[in-house]
């Protein structure tokens, strides 16, 4: 006796992106960090922001310094641009791709260490500079790669899995960035999906440097007791400053938010971020005055206010502010690239 088969489902498409690439153009290698890291999260955030915004991985170039942080630009956009360069060098080496090529958008992954102690120094003129990037923090408060020692963003009281107490003041890198006049300046939760995806949508769309400091708790040496930044202490010390929500330029779906409640910034490419208002919040990420008391008050409060925490547009970035050529200077040829004799003695003359 023979029995009918039904066919087998048709296999489904592939889901493609606006420049019909598949997700997998924008993964990496396998990550190596310890199960449960929180820079794993942010991994599969930038692979999805990127994909679903349709970033061309070939005009990419990713960089990094030296910390459990900066492994992470190994586990996205395998076929893109990178370098990984010194501890704490991130930050020049980034001002010069983005002189040398304009036409890449520079992402930038660095941690507490590489960004607020021995990189402080380059970090601050980068943002100073408005240097056209994208600088992901992965903030987790200690040394992972040195035993889980206090890092410039652990928080005074803090307490050490073997019971010693920071009694040093924290770097807040957020307040810093603005300060130094960075336009596009958030903070986010690794744990938190949709906002983080937001809010690299959003830097990708602002044209000059983007900080985005993501709390991500060391799951081997800062998830205890006593720790500010411990998956635990975050859940239970964090809060939203709005539900944010990203449209790209090219897009027209629309956001679930009522008229009257919401708050819309437009970016430099035409994308849109909607910023919806939380249990009657009035917070204004365009005032920069409510921004750094915003923050003067989470570091007294050791609390993680979430979200887009300032946005200022029209700000030049580097390559405006030095009058570039349109064409990357890595594709120019030699004789455009150097002066002649009389150009060379003319500028000569004018330092004698």
Known sequence: MTTATEPAPPAKEPKVNRLNLEKSAYK???????KGCGHDS??????????????????????????????????FLGQSHGFNSVHGRMAPIATGVALANRELLNIGVSGDGDTASIGLGNFLHMVRRNVPM???????????????????????????????TNELHVIDCCALAIELGCGYVGRSYSGDFKQLQALIKGAVAHPGTAVIDVISPCITFNDHDGSTKSFKYVKEHKGFLHDIDFRPFFGTEEVDYSPGETRVIEMADGSKITLGKINGSEYDPTDRFEALKLLDRAIDEKFYYTGLIYEEAGIKPLDEQLEMTPEPLATLPAERLRPTDECFNKIMDMFR
């Open 42 to 75: 942010i991994t599969r955030a930038i692979i999805d922001s990127l994909f679903d915004y349709g970033v061309d991985p070939m005009k990419v170039a990713k960089l990094s310094g030296i910390g459990c942080s900066s492994k992470t630009s190994a586990y």
């Open 28 to 34: 990496g290698l396998a990550s190596t960090l310890c």
């Open 134 to 164: 994208i600088y992901l923090i992965e903030n987790n408060g200690c040394y992972g790669l040195t035993k889980g020692q206090f890092s410039a963003t652990a928080d005074r009281g803090a307490v050490l899995r073997k019971g010693q």
